[in-house]
């Protein structure tokens, strides 16, 4: 069984915890970052256009680069620690939904943790990327709430019966 784990800032310690309780012993466990291009390429194209191209060694968008891939490194290292147990890291760089996606085509199962509005129940505690992950995943999805998911008090009341005349 092939488990791909997606791992994401405040989120990742339920994700890691869900794996760690619903894959097998034996599954094939894949922790997966994906760092979003859209800070750095403004960087970058600022840096181009607004400065001038005079040596890229002083272009900020290398060193966004370099930080969020130390930083995507080091919530992997913290994963697989709490994971406890033989994985693979991987790190992806791109439009995140379509990487998550992507990196879940071979898999048996998808781990993903929501990221909206979790004070309510329903479709508002999906984020824009999770939402599109979770529509489009090419295996089974479990989704989980990085805390203890609300009540079901939290589910608006249904609208009124239209009135007829």
């Known amino acids: 069984m092939a488990v791909v784990v997606w791992i994401v800032e405040g ?3 339920a994700c890691v915890d869900a794996a ?15 760092t979003g ?10 840096f181009a256009g607004l400065l001038g191209r005079r040596g890229s060694e002083r272009d900020p968008g290398i060193e966004m680069e370099h930080l969020a891939a130390d930083s995507a490194q080091h919530l992997l290292r913290k994963a697989a620690d709490r994971l406890g147990r033989p994985c693979a890291c991987t790190e992806r ?3 995140i939904e ?8 071979d898999a048996d ?19 824009p990327a ?36």
């Open 93 to 95: 760089t791109g439009r």
């Open 20 to 34: 760690r309780a619903h894959a097998p012993e034996d599954a094939d466990i894949v922790l997966l970052h994906v």
């Open 109 to 127: 199962l998808l781990i993903v943790a929501r990221d909206g509005d979790r004070s309510h129940l329903g479709p508002k505690s999906l984020g």
């Open 130 to 165: 999770s939402r599109f992950v979770v529509d489009h995943a090419p295996c089974p999805v479990l989704l989980v709430w990085p805390e203890s998911a609300p009540g079901l008090s939290s589910i608006p009341a249904p609208p009124p019966p239209p009135h007829h005349r």
């Open 37 to 46: 291009q859209e800070i750095a390429g403004v960087a970058h194209g600022a």
């Open 11 to 13: 989120t990742w310690p």
């Open 98 to 105: 379509r990487e998550v996606v992507s990196a879940a085509q």
